[in-house]
């Protein structure tokens, strides 16, 4: 078991993660072989397991082992919206909201060190609004092939 290991403080690109981290994503089946990671955070100060936060170019991946489920996989197509609540202190971490078709949200902190917060939000708003974009007008493509 990783478990572990101290975390760092700042988000992490995909590209920049270091074996641990890529060992305890294979491990816990986090992700698929053709995920591509976009950005990593980390809220637990020893034990990684207390909190992993990073998104894919399909989903969202929430893991704590402090909360009733562990895992929390958001597929894109789940997400009706994006927000951002920011910090208004340098040592307390931002949150990215996200609110799903379920009508339930999620809240993921997101570190204010080194503008992270801003970093880690406009980048899944951005990736989040292009799959939505490509589902919806594939879904217009379906729709109006069949009215043919």
Do not use: C
Request: glycine content about 4%; hydrophobic content about 40%.
């Amino acid at each position: 078991m990783i478990g572990s290991f101290t975390t760092e403080t700042t988000i992490l690109s995909g590209n920049e993660l270091s074996q641990n981290y890529i060992d305890f994503i294979e491990e816990n089946q986090l992700v698929e072989p053709t995920d591509h990671i976009h950005y990593w955070y980390s809220d637990a100060a020893f034990d990684i397991e207390e909190g992993v936060y990073f998104f894919t170019d399909e989903k969202v991946v929430v893991f704590s082992n402090l909360l009733e489920e562990p895992v929390i996989i958001i597929p894109y197509e789940q997400i009706v919206e994006v927000d951002f609540q920011k910090s208004e202190s340098d040592w307390v971490d931002s949150y990215v909201i996200l609110s799903l078709e379920d009508y339930s949200t999620i809240s993921i902190p997101v570190t204010v060190e080194e503008g992270g917060d801003h970093i880690f939000f406009n980048d899944l708003r951005k990736t989040w609004g292009a799959k939505v974009q490509i589902i919806n007008d594939l879904s217009q493509y379906e729709l109006e092939g069949s009215l043919n």
